[in-house]
């Protein structure tokens, strides 16, 4: 199977302040990456997703970075809010696969 | 919908037990997904569809588990002979091709005891 690791466990932050979760894949073939945030009893919720012809997407507070060289991606949250406390998620996918292959995630605290 | 609904949100039953869990999708969105997700890991897949048919069942563990889709709208997860083993959350997901982002429904947590 699809190795998809995230470096830390677990993540806290002061509010306020800019936060970077961090993901090695390990599948060259991968092109499709996207970045999920799950809070307890809900689903994932898609926070960004950025394709390998790309190596930086931005959207609200949030900034996905791309390094294919390293198979390496990360998250930028700008500004953490109390509400950004989850879990995040980064999740692969081939062009030739039918699923997204999940990391382990991140546990991310926001402090007040 | 607005989002895309599964139920029951909890389901606890006993071990050989027959159990099913039922997924409404996005309207309009042709791709369905299971996944089942275990404490502290990350969704791990089971099947999808595209349409009516399951493209790709790769991911269901063993013939215990087995879905369907039969108007490609809603979808049902069944599986027989319930193991403690199963407990997990069950997750489904749709999205309008195989290629986009999924959006999750907020998962069926079953319990087998």
């Known amino acids: 199977g699809e190795s998809v690791g995230l470096h830390l466990p677990t993540l806290s932050v002061q509010e306020g302040d800019n936060s970077i979760i961090n993901c090695a894949y390990s599948n060259s073939a991968s092109d499709y990456f996207i970045w999920y945030k799950q809070e307890s009893g809900k689903g994932p919720q898609f926070i960004i997703d950025i394709r390998s012809n790309m190596d930086k997407r931005q959207g609200q507070r949030v900034t996905v970075l791309l390094n294919k060289t390293v198979k390496h991606l990360s998250l930028q949250i700008a500004a953490t809010q109390p509400g950004d406390s989850a879990v995040y998620f980064c999740a692969e996918n081939m062009a030739t696969g039918n699923q997204f292959y999940f990391g382990t995630g991140t546990s991310l605290t926001v402090i007040p | 919908g607005a989002g895309v609904s599964q139920t029951p949100s909890n389901k606890v039953t006993e071990k050989g037990k027959y159990v099913e869990l039922r997924c409404d999708p996005i309207s309009g969105h042709t791709a369905l997904y299971w996944y089942r997700q275990s404490l502290g890991q990350g969704p791990e897949f089971l099947i999808y569809f595209q349409g009516t048919g399951a493209a790709d069942d790769s991911g269901l563990p063993n013939d215990r588990f087995f879905a369907v889709r039969p108007e490609g709208s809603v979808s049902t997860l069944k599986i027989q002979r319930t193991e403690r083993g199963d407990s997990a959350v069950y997750l489904c997901?749709?999205?309008?091709?195989?290629?986009?982002?999924?959006?999750f429904g907020s998962g069926t947590r079953l319990t087998v005891v």
């Open positions: 997901a749709s999205s309008l091709s195989r290629r986009d982002g999924y959006t």
